[in-house]
């Protein structure tokens, strides 16, 4: 399983952009690259998955570099009701289950 | 809403209890998942059910006894428990096999072992 390295925390104020970047070196052929945003006292909830390129959605996009080596999620315009902490997670969603190793996440604190 | 429930939300127990908790999901999902989240902590993922089969087990202590008895309902049964099982624990399911198979969490049970 891949391991992923990501800043424990940022800061942002509301209306801007957010790019969090995440690292995952040894991501294998087989790896799809997942995020999940987390409030607390509630279970994460999925916000966006990529193979490669870029991957956008109602919340969020995704830009995959052609290595793979990383991936930034991006969070356009945040509000106040961003503030949570945002995983990302590489592993191979092929197989019968879906084996996700959470690290410690990015705390992100939007401010007024 | 996410179409998996956990029931209770809350639950406060000592050490020579005997309780459960319950998942249920409503997303036609075939694989159902346990994680422990202690304070400060990443999720710790504990068992996986893969059509109603245990196909993973991280070294969790025999205190939690995990039951499937179909894909849609999965428990966590709980004994002789410490303190330091106190935590959130949270139920997932999703789509076994086949590509974009995501993870639908619960809200949680909050665990307090007095």
């Known amino acids: 399983l891949a391991k992923t390295t990501q800043p424990i925390s940022m800061d942002s104020y509301e209306g801007q952009e957010v790019n969090i970047t995440c690292s995952h070196n040894?991501?294998?052929?087989?790896?799809?690259i997942t995020w999940y945003q987390q409030f607390p006292s509630q279970g994460p909830r999925f916000i966006i998955q990529?193979?490669?390129t870029k991957v956008t959605n109602e919340v969020a996009s995704l830009f995959i570099p052609a290595d793979r080596k990383s991936s930034t999620l991006s969070l356009p315009r945040v509000s106040l009701s961003d503030t949570a902490v945002y995983y990302c997670l590489v592993g191979d969603i092929s197989g019968g289950y879906n084996k996700l190793i959470f690290g410690a996440g990015t705390r992100l604190a939007v401010h007024p | 809403e996410t179409g998996v429930t956990q029931t209770p939300r809350h639950l406060v127990m000592g050490m020579t209890n005997k309780k459960s908790l319950k998942c249920e999901q409503h997303?036609?999902?075939?694989?159902m998942y346990w994680y422990k989240q202690s304070a400060k902590k990443p999720l710790e993922l504990m068992f996986v059910y893969s059509l109603e089969e245990r196909v993973e087990n991280n070294s969790v202590p025999s205190r939690f006894s995990p039951e499937c008895p179909n894909s849609s309902h999965l428990f966590l049964h709980l004994h002789t428990l410490q303190p330091e099982d106190s935590a959130l624990y949270l139920c997932a399911s999703s789509l076994s096999g086949g590509a974009k198979n995501i993870q639908y969490f619960g809200a949680g049970t909050r665990l307090s072992v007095l």
């Open positions: 040894n991501i294998a052929t087989n790896d799809y």
């Open positions: 990529g193979y490669k």
């Open positions: 997303l036609g999902h075939n694989a």
